[in-house]
């Protein structure tokens, strides 16, 4: 199945060859998209990519496809779930702050991609 947000947008359910974003100048390719907002109020899409090397990064685009941001998880965790304008992420090693539930919900800054750490998540 595809599906596009508009003409700057495509995505594959189906595997990572089509999962592309086109500005006017630049196509980006993203590899596996596991989740894809939009936040058409604020001019933003937000884009969470897995690789199985574990390289899985946070993209923020604004609604002509212009890359405002490409982030890496915090360090000492992983992504786990992108809502809305929060990204929850689990604990990668022993360094990482302990949640008493299953991870913590990082607040997104949607003009940088800097992750602020909020409440715990589960």
């Known amino acids: 199945m595809f599906f596009g947000i508009n003409s ?3 995505f ?3 595997g990572k060859d089509f999962n592309v974003v086109k500005d006017n ?3 980006y390719r993203l590899g596996e998209v596991e989740t894809v907002k939009v936040l058409s109020k604020e001019n933003r899409v937000l884009v969470l990519t897995r690789s199985s090397l574990g390289a899985d990064y946070l993209y923020g685009f604004d609604l002509d496809g212009k890359l405002i941001f490409k982030v890496a998880p915090p360090q000492h965790y ?3 779930y992108l809502s809305d304008k929060q990204i929850a992420c689990n604990e990668a090693d022993s360094f990482a702050k302990k949640s008493p ?3 913590w919900w990082f607040s997104i800054d949607l003009d940088t991609g800097d992750l602020t750490m ?3 998540a589960y």
Do not use: A, I, V, Y
Request: avoid cysteine.
């Open 101 to 103: 539930l299953s991870g």
């Open 12 to 14: 594959s359910t189906e």
């Open 8 to 10: 700057k947008f495509h």
């Open 25 to 27: 100048n630049q196509e």
């Open 78 to 80: 992983s992504f786990w």
């Open 118 to 120: 909020g409440s715990p």
